[in-house]
């Protein structure tokens, strides 16, 4: 399909292709981009997004909006999601043999899974080499940019991390004991309330490499790491859990005075901290929401965070963050732009 300068195909592997329609940019578009969704969602949620990279950049780059992972097939787990898109990948990859570079951007519950299929993706340096010469990969490819949107890294189990149960803890605790009735394996994840075979929740797993299962390894080898989160108005996943901080540690926020990118209200890079585990006076949701927190925070993050409060779509925070629907969720288009002009190459 061609529309103006960029063409779609759907290849064998599944999902869609998006890239330039002139000959010479394919040849020389070598940095693939894959684009996931979150719960009950489609490849078609990053339509917009997609478009909008090979208009900007034509030449480099080629998007695959995945599809392994739609509709009903997101309740199966984060686990199974993941690999499922680590063959999608290799698949695309296979196809594509000019590909060099590789990122991901994945919306909501799909940055736990690309965060999944990145660790089975992953191949250390080669032994024997010199360092210059020796590179970690992902399914042979250089990592580069990790983006996740609107993400709940810290899982939606504490407080006011799912924003529509008001914070109240009698709600909260409720969604707990009903939440697999109907998000099935994925809401246990979520949750973290999943004991597979006795082994601890896999969000807490993912804090480390976990047999051949490199997922802090995989995430540490991108050259960069980027959480874009909703500060309000998100009514599926909270502030806090989507851009990996403490409460201590939300930032104060203003309007924005950027005209460029008007909904983008505060920018961080926190450098990757190695430190030790804050105490939480023996809560166990809280400690475990703690080592998520200080796991991730082993690695560099870019934290932006978006405001649509001033916005007539501001009670679709969740889906206007990544223009889900470019008739309904417009006033999201400024943070696909930042997302584009901050890329790296």
């Known amino acids: 399909m061609q529309n103006g300068a960029v063409c779609s195909s759907e290849p064998l592997a ?13 040849f020389t578009a070598d940095h693939l981009v894959v684009m996931v969704n979150g719960i009950l969602g489609s490849s078609t949620d990053w339509k917009f997004a997609a478009e909008q990279f090979v208009k900007t950049i034509p030449d480099k780059v080629f998007v695959h909006r995945s599809e392994k992972n739609a509709a009903s097939q997101t309740l199966d787990g984060v686990d199974v999601m993941g690999e499922r898109l680590s063959q999608e990948v290799l698949e695309v990859i296979k196809q594509k043999p000019n590909l060099r570079k590789i990122s991901f ?26 360092v210059e010469e020796s590179t970690a ?26 924003p529509f149960l008001f914070g109240v803890s009698a709600f909260e605790k409720a969604a707990v004991l009903v ?40 995430l540490r080898s991108f050259h960069r790491r980027v959480a874009y989160s909703n500060v309000g108005c998100d009514h599926i996943v909270g502030w806090r859990t989507s851009s990996i901080r ?19 209200v505060y920018e961080e890079r926190c450098k990757a901290y190695d430190g030790e585990q804050v105490s939480t006076d023996g809560d166990t ?15 560099s993050w870019e934290k932006v965070d978006v405001s649509f409060h001033n916005s007539r779509q ?3 925070a969740h889906s206007v963050i990544q223009v889900k629907d470019d008739y309904m969720h417009t006033d999201g288009v400024d943070v696909i732009q930042h997302m584009i002009d901050h890329f790296s190459i």
């Open 246 to 264: 403490r409460n201590i540690e939300l930032p104060k926020w203003g309007d924005s005075v950027n005209e460029k990118y008007p909904h983008i």
């Open 314 to 316: 501001r009670f679709a």
């Open 179 to 218: 939440i697999h009735w109907i998000f099935r394996r994925t809401g246990r994840h979520l949750f973290l309330t999943d004991n597979d075979e006795g082994k601890p929740p896999l969000l807490k797993r993912m804090l480390q490499d976990d047999g051949d299962c490199y997922f802090m390894s995989a």
């Open 14 to 26: 599944g999902g869609v292709n998006v890239f330039s329609c002139t000959q010479s940019d394919v």
């Open 105 to 130: 951007v994945a919306h909501s519950v799909g940055g736990l899974v690309a965060r999944y299929a990145i660790g089975k993706l992953y191949r250390p340096p080669e032994e024997g080499l010199l």
């Open 285 to 299: 949701n809280n400690d475990l929401e703690e080592e998520l927190v200080t796991g991730l925070s082993r690695v």
């Open 137 to 162: 990969t992902i399914g042979g490819l250089v990592p580069m940019n990790f983006i996740t949107v609107a993400t709940p890294h810290l899982g939606s189990r504490g407080n006011r991390q799912v």
